[in-house]
């Protein structure tokens, strides 16, 4: 009994690697998917000539001194607007560029007290005033870029006009040198427009208003000191290809 058993495990055993060897490959896995393709855009190059229109507000400090006066310090506000021409170019995150512009500002004060209360107050503004119609700065800018956002620091030169009166006198104007520096930051809308925020501080020294727009009680062609606050939005316009 036991060797028919024996025999029967053997044939079945070569029966069962026969067909086995009968039987067709197993097929193959399927291949895998490639990975879904998601485009990267290439990072912003803030590199290019640029123009652009800029509006804010100015607020600031006016000072009449002479020999035993002094005014005191008197606010000067008001609205501005103009134009911006500018040049950057982008190492790596760095970003180099230069910046000149040009505004209307509607900037006015004065002081009504002291020795400024004897001024003619026939004019629109009564007492020792001050104030500028136009400024021009141009400054170097030092931006660190990220991607389409550019945070900066900006300083240089300013110019001014500068008046003065008492009021019911004619303006004594005087256009003022002296300097600006502020920061920012700019981001790109779109490949070519770009926005902006920026704070720029200016001073411009001191100027002299004339004796015939400045006649005080005693004093006359005081020294008038003046520098301004600017809080300022923008839009500019970059060109490619340069």
């Known amino acids: 009994m036991k060797r028919l058993l024996m025999a029967g495990a053997v044939a079945l055993a070569a029966a069962t690697q026969a067909f086995a060897a009968d039987l067709p490959p197993p097929m193959a896995p399927p291949p895998r998917a490639p990975a879904a393709y998601i485009p990267v855009s290439p990072a912003y190059n803030w590199s290019g000539f ?70 003619n107050s026939g004019g629109n503004l009564s007492g020792c005033a ?66 902006k925020v920026e704070y720029l501080f200016t001073d411009y020294g001191n100027s002299t208003c004339s004796a015939a727009s400045c006649t005080l009680t005693g004093i006359a062609s005081p020294s008038v000191k003046f520098y301004e606050n600017m809080v300022r939005a923008g839009l500019n316009y970059k060109f490619t290809g340069f």
């Open 50 to 119: 640029y123009l652009g229109l800029n509006t804010g507000y100015g607020f600031g400090d006016s000072t009449w001194t002479a020999p035993g006066f002094s005014s005191g310090s008197f606010a000067v506000n008001g609205a501005m607007a103009g134009a911006t021409l500018g040049w950057n170019y982008q190492i790596g995150q760095l970003v180099l560029g230069i910046e000149g512009d040009y505004d209307w500002q509607n900037l006015r004060g004065a002081n009504n007290g002291g020795v400024c209360t004897l001024a």
């Open 130 to 195: 001050t104030s500028s119609n136009w400024y021009g700065t141009f400054r170097g800018r030092l931006g660190y870029a990220m991607d389409r956002i550019m945070v900066y620091a900006t300083a240089g030169g300013a110019v001014s006009d500068i008046k003065a009166s008492t009021a019911a006198q004619s303006w004594s104007s005087n256009t003022a040198l002296g300097w600006a520096a502020g920061a920012g930051i700019e981001g790109a809308i779109t490949d070519n427009l770009t926005a």
